[in-house]
């Protein structure tokens, strides 16, 4: 069994910064990728970040240049830092990562809100 928490959410304003964690505890033999993804109130979940088990970073359109995605392999835990916050970057953030012979899970989520 396998687990993963986020961290680091919380209510800023324009401009300013949040740091996420995602921690991986559990069974773990290996993870692979791991990913952020995010979902506003109406709309599907999308996209923010993926980073391989090399570093190697995708990002989406929308947090190119102004988000960070990193991860601590030897911690299990993947970060988000996130700069000049937008309003419309409002949403839960949650983790995915995909461990060596279990699969995808995800974290529970957690809130970011930015108020302009």
């Known amino acids: 069994q396998v687990q993963l928490v986020e961290s680091g959410g919380g209510a800023v304003q324009a401009g300013e910064s949040l740091r996420l964690s995602c921690a991986a505890s559990?069974?773990?033999?290996?993870?692979?990728?791991m990913g952020w993804y995010r979902q506003a109130p109406g709309n599907q979940r999308e996209l923010v970040a993926l980073i391989t088990s090399g570093g190697g970073a995708n990002y989406g359109d929308s947090v190119k240049g102004r988000f960070t995605i990193s991860r601590d392999n030897a911690k299990n835990t993947m970060y988000l830092q996130m700069n000049s916050l937008k309003p419309e970057d409002t949403a839960v953030y949650y983790c995915k990562a995909n461990f060596a012979f279990v699969g995808d899970y995800w974290g529970q989520g957690t809130q970011v809100t930015v108020s302009s």
């Open positions: 559990g069974s773990i033999f290996r993870i692979n990728y």
